[in-house]
DNA sequence: TGTACATCAGTGAACGCGCGTTCACTGATGTAC
DNA sequence: TGTACATCAGTGAACGCGCGTTCACTGATGTAC
């Protein structure tokens, strides 16, 4: 994208100013991670960027526009994602780049879970800029897990009683709130891996209907 | 229980004041239905009690006390939700009570929505107290959940891959995301009953392994 | 059946802190010649 | 190769609001006789 930054007033910034502005960011992402959006404040951020509370808002109107920038960041990371979902699954060989996938979704998760939560809240609260940027981002995934319940069901593998966007739609709140629960399930005892396998497991027979190999105990 | 309710300096409490105290519960889940938990205050939440602010630090020592209570009787909601996954569901005609599960879970959340992701809000963040309301609740479901994967392993219906507890957590994790998420889905002409036909297909085939009849389109 | 007293419940008004936000300013960097 | 000037970037200090929280108090209800 060919989009220079602006300054709060319109202006086209510069170098220096673009570094300034990114420790901003930076600093907002490291106080989201360690103490929630419930506690975020600009004069936190501004002293932790090293920079006057008034250097903030040369660069953003409000807390929002600081985390929307962070969550365009999070939706580059997730491009990347779309490779292992297309072409789609169509053999049990497949079953690898869905394992795959898992994983990289987990460390999408991991770097960004911190913006996405709040991007979610805000969101679910109604907040359109928010709606926008989650749904832009789930768009990318939802559309290529969707086609292969429709070929699923061309191929009389997967059920009709499966609506394929609504599976999709299941399928990355599953990822996404199972990501966001993952210290609460380890602690149980279940292992990274499992966790891992399980999930892959369950998005592979749902998405296409492929019978897992091994369903014996 | 046999729980007296308590003001803040340890008083029991008499019949005016438990009303009181419930004006203060109703009027914060209203307030977090409309503005959500970033917005909500003390004093709002008085205003709307027809009470003083300091009245409602008689009953609860902060807001997360309030929210805390409002979780409380939440879970008592979800209590009767067990009936549906106990006895476990073994045969092809148990899809029927999976449906009902759906349902019902549905109308459950759709009542506590505000306060259950509030509390999931928090229980990520680390708060103990929170934490504790939702391993409590959650666990109740996912107990069940997990012993029909494990049975369903042990009849070779379910992929020896799926970690019991792991699957449980994820199908969990699916409802709990995707009915917050829920006015989006509709939004994209997924209809309501679609969305839980597919939900009921997913639980059904990941936690028994059974088939569903329809497999053709 | 009324009066005095004890306890329970609720509040007005204020204090004070902390945070968002702004404005006039200073300092840094680039450019012309 | 230095000096004057323009523009860019950053800030100190303050204002003011809004909210959490408290305390000494008032009003309501119950109880004894």
Redesign the interface.
Same mark, same amino acid.
């Given at each position: 994208m060919a989009d220079e930054l602006l300054a709060t007033d319109g202006r086209v910034i510069g170098e220096r100013a673009i570094a300034t502005r990114q420790r901003l960011l930076d600093a907002t992402l490291d106080l989201l991670r360690r103490d929630?959006?419930?506690d975020l404040k600009v004069v936190d951020i501004s002293r932790d960027a090293g920079a006057a509370p008034a250097t903030f808002y040369q660069y953003f109107s409000d807390l929002d526009a600081a985390i929307l920038a962070l969550s365009e960041t999070a939706l580059d990371d997730e491009v990347p994602l779309v490779e292992f979902l297309q072409p789609p699954w169509s053999s049990a060989a497949d079953i690898e780049r869905a394992r795959a996938f898992v994983q990289a979704y987990s460390e999408y998760w991991s770097d960004h879970y911190a913006v996405l939560?709040v991007r979610?809240?805000k969101?679910?609260?109604g907040d359109v800029d928010f709606?926008s940027a989650?749904?832009r981002a789930n768009l990318l995934l939802l559309r290529r897990m969707a086609a292969m319940v429709t070929a699923g069901?061309?191929a009389?593998?997967?059920?009709?009683?499966?609506?394929p966007?609504?599976?999709a739609?299941?399928?990355m &709140?599953?990822l996404?709130? !199972?990501f %966001?629960?993952q210290t609460?399930?380890r602690r149980?005892?279940?292992s990274k891996s &499992?966790?891992h396998?399980? !999930?892959? %497991?369950?998005l592979f027979?749902?998405l296409t209907?492929i019978p897992?190999s091994?369903?014996?105990?």
């Open positions: 929630g959006v419930l939560i979610n809240l969101a679910d609260g709606r989650r749904s069901q061309e009389e593998r997967v059920p009709a009683s499966l609506d966007f609504a599976a739609a299941a399928m &709140a599953m996404d709130r !199972l %966001t629960y609460e399930v149980r005892g279940t &499992a966790q396998e399980t !999930l892959t %497991t369950i027979q749902t209907g897992t091994s369903t014996s105990s």
